[in-house]
């Protein structure tokens, strides 16, 4: 089943002379339950594609379908409800929220959303992460790699349609990133999470069972593991 379709999907930044394609005229899609790495250099376009498919930034031209659905034909309110409920987003500086403690964050996209939380599957996804000892602990109270296990906690909490991680490994060291890697092919395993992630990290790539490398705004090779 086909969860993710992109179209012609460019970004350009700039006018004239200064005028930058940061993402190419792009088309692929993604089928649901898999996990795809997308790789390239610095300054390749791989980010500036993770946020046009993730419902974050406005695209130039082109059409991205998650689900079926046209993202870019909602307005700003209405495509802001949706990536709530169906992107789920993992960043590199966890961006979780300071006051809120382990539990709180987690549950906190369903709780924007009114909906009420799960118990079974919040527990069951506290156990997975290896979180259930510090469900009441405040971010500045856990290491690095247990802030990012709960970042994808959160990402995965409303079973989103999509899961995308943007070089979710970039902050942490060796240990912490082999748990990371772990916990993402246990959630594309456990629960079919579709997760396409940004990475360097040959490892991620190879835990991946589809490769796409960006080049100048372009994919120069889609290869399945």
């Known amino acids: 089943m086909e969860i993710l379709k992109v179209e012609n999907l460019s970004k350009v930044y700039g006018k004239g002379e200064t005028k930058i394609k ?77 006051i809120l403690d382990v539990e709180e964050n987690i549950t906190l ?10 118990k079974k599957h919040l527990n069951d996804l506290l156990e997975t992460l290896g979180l259930e000892n510090r469900k009441k602990h405040l971010p500045n109270e856990l290491s690095g790699g247990q802030q990012q296990r709960v970042s994808i906690g959160r990402a995965i909490i409303n079973n989103p349609a999509l899961v995308m991680a943007d070089e979710p490994t970039g902050n942490l060291d060796s240990k912490a990133s082999d748990e990371i890697i772990a916990l993402l092919k246990k959630s594309n ?37």
């Not at 996209?109 to 799960?118: F, R, S």
């Open 22 to 98: 940061a993402v190419d005229d792009i088309s692929f899609s993604v089928e649901k339950g898999d996990f795809v790495a997308i790789v390239g250099a610095s300054g390749s376009g791989k980010s500036t594609l993770l946020h046009l498919l993730g419902g974050v930034d406005r695209p130039t031209k082109g059409k991205v379908f998650i689900d079926g659905v046209d993202i870019y034909a909602m307005d700003n309110d209405a495509l802001a409800i949706f990536r709530r409920r169906q992107v789920g987003l993992i960043y590199q500086f966890y961006n979780l929220i300071p």
């Open 189 to 225: 395993q456990k629960y079919n999470q579709t997760i396409i992630v940004i990475t360097h990290d040959l490892e991620i790539a190879s835990s991946a069972n589809r490769i796409i490398t960006i080049e100048d705004g372009k994919i120069i090779s889609d290869v399945r593991n």
């Open 109 to 118: 996209p369903a709780k924007l959303d009114g909906a009420e939380v799960d």
